[in-house]
């Protein structure tokens, strides 16, 4: 069977098929990853000659025992740039367009794309957009044969489908094209990634070559533009099901801006050599809180990044939600050294199959060690060293949609101290009432450091969900969209979890890790009005006035900052203020024409600096 047999491809599609010198359909993942190391070498170049530059090194692919080392040559190219995503088309959107970024239409540069992959030898590799149970879609993408470590990361992340296994008549409903020498004859070197929405297919054009912008978030924007058209979102979060020692269970969504700790809440918890857990390190006052957890929760993934609430899931009054990837972009910042995690480690040296590996420091046919981390400059690791894990080699993981009893938010917050006071006055553990929860995932803080993407510097807001960056639409729809799915599923609780610090103390993602344990035992995150404090700061809800873990009760300061004697009321009351200024800002762009009634009274309440009771009254649970 020959391809047009095999595919029923649009027009454009089939004129590229009919011009390129080859064309290569993948066999299988194995197929794949020898095309990514050119055949089985030991280093294979990813270079290509440019116009007017010459020959251009844009990475090297080493193959090693537990599979393919990719490492970009440029620092810049081993994290997403945030501004890449720019919109092609003349749809309605709130996101900056081809032609406003770059001054003409896109038209010319889509056909200028068209004829560069005639000149080139290819692969198409279909592969599932979302889960195939429910919401699933027919996608592509075609690409330089010698990019193929691109497109088996692609694979991995989404849904490969084997050559013999193509359904007769395949019609891609979404299509990546990849053109990467594009970055350096059009746009300064920099990463773009360009989202052309059409009647009958999405295409999405990616000038570069890390994934993320576009094999990973790209496919994201595929799934947020259908759910803006049906009525539905895919939420930016992980999922886990935590099961107790004593075989109690809750499910908790783990959402949150890049680096807010999704892929951290499905890891067990970090533990030092005898068996103990640093809470928390103040490096001024050289203080170490150590607790003792004795029998931890097993956890049961879901999902990593992309969580699909598909309206045909929803049963009752809970959320329900199943993964809409099929592998997972595990960042590795965290693990600086053997012992860290050794779930981890030992799925990574001893995969299942040979597995990707991008900015991790290998030699060809050495064991890829992921504490071995690339260098961006002597003395300074690439902050973005990422494994993509297929979900099926994860033990315990779940397939089937679950509903979800707590969902979560994650922020990186700074340090803050009396002497530099700052946002970061965050305890361990905040409820929030489901319409202030609500105003947290309209701002999304990015937070402090973040790892994933190539730092803009102070504080910035991914928006509705935190999955806005990757939207093509309208800021105001999914805003909609996200208040009725708040208001569909009130039987879901709501908490806010810091990272990295709280108050003074150093954490990393040790609150999530302890906070989990404790959700799991209480089994909800329904408390009593007399085991709740009001936060000083209304924008945190609700603080504990304790909390135990396995018998150990944290400190007051860690669950109200302000108690901290390195912090204390003025230093937490001048971070409050850079907080709620901050959540003001970014709240102004949410009140246009089209924002639902109780959006706007939920928004207006937090501008009047509302009580928490007027958010409880908004939205009303049992």
């Known amino acids: 069977m020959n391809i047009n047999e095999l595919f029923d491809f649009n027009e454009e599609i089939s004129d590229i098929v009919a011009h390129a010198p080859s064309i290569t359909i993948p066999e299988d ?49 081993r994290r997403r740039d945030p501004k890449c995503m720019c919109i092609g088309d003349d749809l309605p959107t709130d996101k900056t367009t081809y ?45 330089p044969r010698n990019t193929a470590f691109f497109v088996g990361g692609l694979g991995d992340l989404q849904g490969f489908i084997p050559k013999d296994q193509i359904r007769k008549g395949f019609k891609p409903k979404a299509v990546i094209y ?146 809409a990837e099929a592998g997972w972009f595990l960042r590795f910042d965290h693990i600086k050294e053997y012992g860290t995690s050794l779930e981890h480690e030992k799925l990574t040296i001893h995969p299942p199959e040979p597995l990707i590996f991008l900015n991790m420091d290998a030699s060809p046919n050495s064991t890829i060690l992921i504490w071995e981390h690339k260098m961006d400059a002597p003395g300074k690791p690439c902050p973005n060293p990422r494994v993509i894990m297929p979900r099926h080699f994860v033990d315990r993981v779940i397939d089937e949609p679950v509903e979800v009893d707590i969902r979560s938010f994650g922020v990186r917050m700074p340090r803050c101290s009396k002497g530099d006071p700052t946002y970061g006055i965050v305890g361990l553990l905040h409820i929030l009432p489901p319409a202030l929860a609500w105003i947290w995932r309209l701002v999304s803080p990015r937070g402090y450091a973040n790892p994933s993407i190539v730092d803009t510097g102070g504080m910035s807001s991914e928006g509705v ?71 000083r700061c209304p924008t945190l809800g609700y603080s504990l006035k304790s909390l135990r873990v396995d018998g150990y009760d944290v400190p007051k300061g860690m669950l109200r900052t302000n108690h901290q004697l390195s912090v204390g009321d003025e230093a937490y009351d001048k971070g409050a203020k850079i907080l709620n200024d901050f959540f003001k800002q970014e709240l102004s762009k949410y009140l246009v024409e089209g924002l639902n009634d109780l959006g706007r009274e939920i928004i207006e309440a937090y501008m009047n600096n509302a009580p928490l009771s007027k958010y409880e009254e908004l939205i009303q649970v049992d």
Not at 50 to 63: A, D, N, P, Y
Not at 120 to 137: N, V
Not at 248 to 268: D, L, P, Q, R, T
Not at 474 to 494: G, M
């Open 178 to 323: 990849l053109a990467p020498t594009f970055r350096h004859t059009h746009f300064d070197g920099k990463q773009v990634v360009v989202h052309n929405r059409l009647d009958e297919i999405h295409e999405v054009y990616s000038f570069n070559l890390y994934p993320g912008p576009s094999a990973k978030k790209g496919i994201y924007g595929v799934l947020l533009t259908i759910g803006e058209k049906e009525g539905w979102i895919t939420a930016h979060a992980s999922t886990v099901r935590v099961v107790t020692p004593y075989d109690n269970s809750v499910v908790i969504m783990h959402e949150g801006a890049s680096g807010g700790g999704k892929s951290e809440m499905i890891e067990e918890i970090q533990r030092q050599a005898d068996g103990s857990v640093v809470l928390g390190y103040d490096e001024e006052q050289d203080e170490k809180l150590i607790i003792e957890v004795g029998d931890t929760c097993e956890m049961y993934p879901v999902t990593d990044d992309m969580a699909l609430c598909h309206p045909s899931y929803q049963k009752g009054r809970k959320l329900v939600v199943s993964d």
């Open 29 to 77: 993942r194995a197929h794949i990853l020898r095309m990514a190391t050119g055949g089985g070498q030991d280093e294979f170049k990813v270079n290509f000659e440019v116009e007017g530059k010459g020959l251009v090194k844009e990475v090297t692919v080493m193959k090693c025992k537990n599979g393919v080392s990719v490492n970009y040559i440029e620092p810049y190219m």
């Open 99 to 143: 032609k406003e970024r770059f001054g003409k239409d896109f038209e010319d540069l889509r056909q200028e794309t068209f004829e560069w992959l005639k000149g080139q030898e290819l692969i198409i590799m279909p592969f599932t957009s979302g889960d195939p149970k429910h919401g699933g879609y027919e996608s592509i993408i075609i690409a």
């Open 465 to 535: 969900g935190s999955y806005w960056p990757f939207a093509t639409g309208k800021l105001v729809t999914q805003a909609n969209l996200l208040l009725d799915q708040i208001v569909r599923t009130p039987d879901t609780r709501y908490v806010l979890i810091p990272n990295q610090h709280i108050g003074s103390y150093k954490v990393g993602f040790v609150a999530e890790w302890l906070d989990r344990e404790f959700l799991a035992r209480k089994g909800n995150a329904k408390f009593r009005p007399d085991q709740l404090v009001e936060s």
